[in-house]
C-alpha cells in the first residue's frame, strides 16, 4: 500500500501542488492516495525521488525507516511549510485556500516539535526598506503574542494584513516601518481588542535569493 498520503501531509503539500510538481493531474493523485489505481515504475520512481524516500518504503514494503539512507534521513529532518503571496485578512492560517499559496519552502521538523506551527510569506513593496526588500521569504513562527520589537504578519479590523515591527506600550502598541516614507500606525489596546489587532505570526529567518 503506498505511503502516498502519509508522505505528502507530512510536507503540508496539497495533491493539486504535488500533481503540478510531478506532472500528473490531482485526480490521479487522489486515485494513487486511496488505491484506486497504481503507479507505475517510472512514476513510482519520481514520487520517491520527490519525497527523498526509497520505491520500497513508499510502497510500504519498508516498515522501519534506516537512519543510514540519505534520502529518507532528510525525510525525517524537513517538511514543508507554504509560501504566502499574500495573507486574506480575517481567515485563520489553517484555512486559507490553495489558491493563495505561491511555492513551498522546506524546514528543520525539530522546529515543529510540541505542537509549533510554522508558515511562510512573500514581501511585497518597499515599506520594511532596508532590513526586508521585496520578493524576501519570511520563515514565520504562527503565534497570537510576540514580544515588543519583533517582525510580524499582524491582522488589522479583519480587513488588512500587514508586515511591520510591532512596538508595545503601556498604552497600546505601534506598527512601524522601517523605510521612512512610511507613517507608523499607533493603535490603543482598546483599539487593539476590539478592531482587534492581531498577531499572526513572528519573523524568525529570512531567505533572500541573489
Known sequence: ????????????????????KLGLSRSTIAMYEIGGSEPDLETLKNIASFFNVSVDYLMGREQKVDNNVAGVQMERQTVKIPVYGTIPAGVPIEMIEDSYIEDYEDISADLLRGGNKYFALRVKGDSMLPKFESGDILILKQTEDCESGAYCAVSINHTE?????????????????????YEPLFFTNREVAELPVTILGVVKEVRRSY
Open 1 to 20: 500500500m503506498l505511503r502516498l498520503k502519509e508522505l505528502r501531509q507530512d510536507k503540508n503539500i496539497t495533491q493539486g501542488k504535488l500533481a503540478e
Open 161 to 181: 494584513c500587514t508586515f511591520k515591527k510591532v512596538i508595545k506600550k503601556m498604552n497600546g502598541l505601534t506598527l512601524m516601518p522601517l523605510n521612512p516614507d
